[in-house]
């Protein structure tokens, strides 16, 4: 009895000792990431949670050793500059941006606190880095540009080809720091292949209306829909515009063809964003992120819906629909 006691005794001493070393143990350091987009949360959703996939498949879970904090704009940009600030002011470890003007506003918010841009167009003209294999200062991460910018000039040319009979293209977009360089590239592209060019800039939901009666009026057949944060958020409404005036179009989103669209060309923008984890986890272990060489983009995906082509009645050509990485039918 007492040796079984002795034992008892010594079994709750050693939990009780292994409970207290336990609480003693100094709590997992949380770091905290903020997430400011150009967009809109609800457009914005699928690639915030390819990030924090990401972000888990490195070891980081929301709440235990990593908080992320979300600001949005929805949709007026002039706040960017706000939302910045205050990440800053409640001293941030590391900001993800998604898109220029929310890298650009992170950028003036502060010089010190690491910068991991997404979607980052033009960033050297911009002055964010000094050059994609060594950015300096305090911004690094992932380049929505290719090598050059005549590499998304080929939208033009998969529209050429899905619409022989195309003569007059318009080119929709909606203005934003760095797209300057594609725009130029896209219409000498266009008229290179013997086409007329009409581009057409909208700056709010309610003038969409207006630039797609514009590009009829000036005889558009087709049209290149350019990325930015407020197109991205009218995709939907992009759609129906085209489809209701039986305009074939080509974006850069290969969401917008799940939604009707009838083809897009542009980088694997979920796998962009599943990447930034990468820096933030570098980043977090010690690196620089001025040493940390900026991502350009090698996956193009080319989607092509041919229930929209057949609403339209147009026939894909064999030759491109054999270089498509999917046929939605």
Not at 122 to 146: H, K
Not at 293 to 320: C, D, M, R
Request: with cysteine.
């Amino acid at each position: 009895m007492i040796h079984r006691r002795a034992f008892l005794d010594t079994l709750a001493g050693g939990l009780l000792a292994s409970l207290l070393a336990d609480e003693a143990q100094p709590a997992e350091k949380a770091w905290r990431i903020g997430y400011l987009s150009a967009g809109w949360p609800q457009y914005d959703e699928s690639r915030r949670i390819s990030f924090v996939e990401g972000l888990r498949a490195l070891g980081y879970v929301q709440g235990r050793n990593i908080i992320i904090e979300t600001c949005y704009p929805n949709g007026d940009q002039a706040r960017l500059a706000e939302l910045a600030a205050d990440l800053v002011q409640r001293k941030i470890d590391i900001i993800v941006t998604s898109g220029n003007p929310a890298t650009i506003a992170a950028r003036q918010a502060t010089a010190t606190i690491p910068i991991v841009m997404l979607l980052g167009v033009d960033p050297i003209g911009l002055g964010l880095i000094a050059s994609f294999r060594r950015p300096g200062g305090n911004v690094t991460g992932l380049s929505w540009d290719p090598s050059a910018p005549q590499m998304m000039a080929k939208n033009v040319e998969f529209l050429k080809e899905a619409v022989s009979s195309l003569a007059r293209v318009g080119i929709l977009y909606s203005d934003f720091p760095g797209l300057g360089p594609y725009r130029q590239a896209t219409e000498n592209t266009a008229r290179k292949l013997g086409l007329n060019v009409v581009s057409v800039e909208f700056r709010t939901p309610s003038s969409l209306d207006d630039a797609f009666r514009l590009m009829l009026r000036k005889g558009t057949q087709g049209v290149c829909v350019f990325g930015s944060a407020l197109a991205f958020s009218l995709q939907g409404q992009i759609v129906e515009q085209a489809a209701k005036h039986r305009l074939p179009a080509i974006y850069v989103w290969r969401e917008t063809v799940a939604l009707g669209g009838l083809m897009s060309y542009g980088p694997d923008v979920l796998s962009m964003f599943r990447g930034a984890a990468t820096y933030v986890d570098k980043i977090l272990k010690g690196a620089k992120p001025g040493d940390l060489p900026i991502e350009q983009p090698t996956k193009f995906e080319f989607v092509i819906n041919l229930k929209t082509a057949k609403a339209l009645g147009l026939t894909i050509p064999p030759s491109l629909l054999q270089r498509a990485d999917q046929v939605i039918d």
